[in-house]
């Protein structure tokens, strides 16, 4: 049965404001026009917001193996609740899907259990332990989505050059969580004043920037597409623009805590702040969002890293890394960055949608006629504070805790159908 959003605000091409009626049916926009007036369920909005659904290709739903933390239905609820229709799952997961079925079993799972499309990642290497190649072809089959060993680097240039040589031939990408474990020293927090002030041990910027460099050199060698996840120093971001410059296929993606916070921001030693990489110095921040407006950072992706309470209240030193991210990310870059003048609304929308996307020819994150209908509702005006209590999702670990927000979604459709609405199921 059709649904028709009645008064919604869209992005014009200029990047201003214009309303219409929208018409979905079958999974699909099929019209979008000043006025639609036919039969059918009609919702009217009232002038909110409407942009094509958000897509995060960097989110862990610890499923199978880390249910205590996040299911595949619990997080999909959390992305829907935040305005996202397609989220990409990282593989360091128990097991890992580094076999043909481990992935037929993951997409069963998916298939079964998700509120939104996820599109899976598999690992690079058995096991996510560096040291052999999985069947990329296979895995491709099962539904790969692309190749990473998130939460880990590979260690070994030998094996990542192999990694890109496959998948170069192929036409697949890598996507890097960049670490070179001998440069991380057992840190927990950023190598710099606020490590040094409070004597925790810190993780140096080099430990992430000495892997990019290499694999920029190893993606232009082995002729790949190359993704480097949630950059962090401002010597990354030199190297990706570099990389870029010399016509080497890298792209990148940022997550919301890099761009909003840095290691002063820390309000006390408190493990909802540590997450990997770690929040790093007030300069590698205005790196961070000097890269994202000059285009060397792609788009935004969230690494939404749920852990229970228990294991964050551990203390700095041994509770685990990650914050979640799916509820709170367009609420903080619109308050932060579209409000503060800091870049436009049509700009963050493209950095969650038709950016990732493109990179990743996924044929989705534009509101037009014959689109899939995936698309995010977002009242502009109501401001709110951001309260875990109030998560869908099982994490309840952000830094974010009680900050003022505008930009939150209201409802939620995918594929034509309604997956999140305020004030229905939970908060
Ligand atoms: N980002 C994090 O701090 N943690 C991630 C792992 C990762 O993204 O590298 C996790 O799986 O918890
Ligand atoms: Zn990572
Ligand atoms: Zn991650």
Redesign the pocket.
């Known amino acids: 049965m059709a649904i028709i959003l009645k008064n919604a605000n869209i992005l014009t091409e200029e990047g201003n404001l214009k309303q219409v009626d929208m018409k979905i049916d079958e999974g699909k926009i099929i019209q979008i026009a000043e006025k639609i007036d036919e039969e059918a369920e009609q919702f009217d909005i009232q002038g909110k917001f409407v942009s094509a659904g958000f897509i995060d290709l960097?989110v862990?739903l610890?499923e199978p193996g880390g249910e205590h933390k996040e299911t595949i239905a619990t997080g999909t609820l959390a992305a829907a609740k935040g305005g996202f229709t397609t989220v990409a799952a990282?593989p360091?997961t128990m097991p890992v899907p580094d076999s043909v079925e481990r992935m037929e079993n993951l997409q069963k799972r998916i298939n079964e259990t998700a509120n939104v499309r996820v599109l899976p990642y598999a690992s690079i290497t058995i096991g996510q332990k560096g040291k052999e190649l999985t069947d990329f072809e296979g895995l491709k089959k099962a539904g790969a989505f692309a190749f990473t060993d998130?939460?880990?680097g590979v260690q070994s240039a030998g094996m990542m050059y192999e990694a890109m040589k496959l998948a170069a031939k192929n036409g697949y990408s890598i996507v890097a969580?960049c670490?070179d474990n001998s440069l991380v020293y057992s840190g927990y927090v950023h190598d710099g004043e606020f490590a040094k002030k409070n004597r925790l041990k810190g993780i140096p910027s080099v430990s992430e920037s000495v892997h990019i460099a290499r694999d920029v050199l190893l993606a232009e060698a082995s002729g790949c597409h190359y993704h480097v996840?949630?950059i962090s120093t401002k010597e990354s971001v030199r190297v990706v623009r570099d990389a870029k410059r010399a016509g080497i296929n890298v792209t990148c993606e940022v997550?919301p805590h890099h761009l909003l916070l840095c290691d002063e921001d820390m309000k006390a030693i408190d493990s909802n702040y540590?997450?990997?990489?770690p929040l790093r110095s007030k300069e590698d921040r205005d790196a961070l969002i000097e890269g994202l407006l000059d285009g060397t950072i792609d788009f935004i992706a969230t690494?939404h890293?749920?852990?229970t309470a228990e294991e964050k209240s551990k203390g700095i030193e041994l509770a685990?890394?990650?914050?979640v991210g799916l509820e709170t990310a367009f609420p903080l870059l619109y308050t932060n960055f579209v409000e503060k003048n800091v870049c436009s609304l049509k700009q963050l929308i493209e950095w969650l949608t038709i950016k990732p996307s493109k990179i990743f020819k996924l044929n989705l994150g534009q509101l037009k006629e014959g689109a899939i209908a995936d698309l995010t509702v977002i009242d502009l005006h109501h401001e709110e504070e951001i309260n875990p209590e109030t998560f869908v999702s099982k994490g309840k670990n952000t830094p974010f805790s009680g900050w003022k927000c505008k930009g939150w979604p209201v409802l939620t459709i995918a594929g034509g159908q309604i997956v999140w609405k305020k004030g229905e199921g939970q908060s």
Not at 274 to 277: A, D, G, I, L, Q
Request: charged share 20%; hydrophobic share 25%.
């Open positions: 960097h862990h610890r990282m360091n998130d939460g880990v969580h670490e996840c949630h997550s540590k997450m990997n990489p690494d890293a749920p852990h685990p890394f990650g914050i």
